[in-house]
């Protein structure tokens, strides 16, 4: 073999070897389990015949429903708007529930209408399921305490109530949220003076729907919501604790009513953030 030859030689061994090193350093940034050929095609754009690169979609983070500086460890009844503007948020205590929840989403979802359910420990724990549709449909989520208890209570037990609820709503649906809400509106048993000392705030309502009375017909409800409306109240409703068929059957012509005199629905974090 001539010198010729020979330094030809090398040269070909030299640049096959750096072929092979730097096919070696691309391959594992494009998949070290998928073949090159079906890689590119993948990334491949046919209609400008160029490689596409797709950065993997950012995590969908999980609600978290806070409350404004000047509304943490306070009680609201309802909220001043610098606008005045028409805007009314319903809330719905006591579920979830079996049956009536489902319905009342489905009323809300037809009429475009997002409310803030406050939700009972031990009716999350039955009905997960529902608890989770409420948080895919855009609905906001309220600590409602875990046994609904009115007694007064000590520290321990307050903070019992409220936090074994909130690590429940967490591990259900992923959802933290600062809004509390003591049943019945008793504000002296322990429970709303452990929420405050968490920064939560503590939402009551302006307007009741007097959805618990036993003898009232649905029509009362929708009356005493429409007659009471205000720009910026809070309106109390139920979906669970009991038969609410009632309130099932009152919500759309709450709802309707309410678009007729000009309301725009609002959920409580929102309406909050609107507060002058």
Known sequence: MTNNSLKRQQIISFVAIASTITACSITPQLGLNKPLSKIHT??????????????????VENPTFTVPAKFQGKTVYKVPLSSNEKVIALSIDDGPWPKTTLEMLDILKQNDVKAT????????????DLAKQEVAEGHAIGNHTWHHWYRRMDEATAKSEIDRTADLIYKTTGVKTALFRPPGGFLNNGLATYAKSQKDAVIMWSLTSADTDPHAKPQAFVNNVLKGAKPGSIVLMHDGGGDRQRTVQALPQIISGLKQQGYRFVTIPELLKMAQ
């Open 42 to 59: 993948a990334l491949q754009d046919p209609a400008k015949g160029q490689i596409n690169a797709q950065l993997p979609s950012a995590k």
């Open 117 to 128: 359910f406050f939700w009972v420990g031990q009716a999350l724990q039955a009905n997960p």
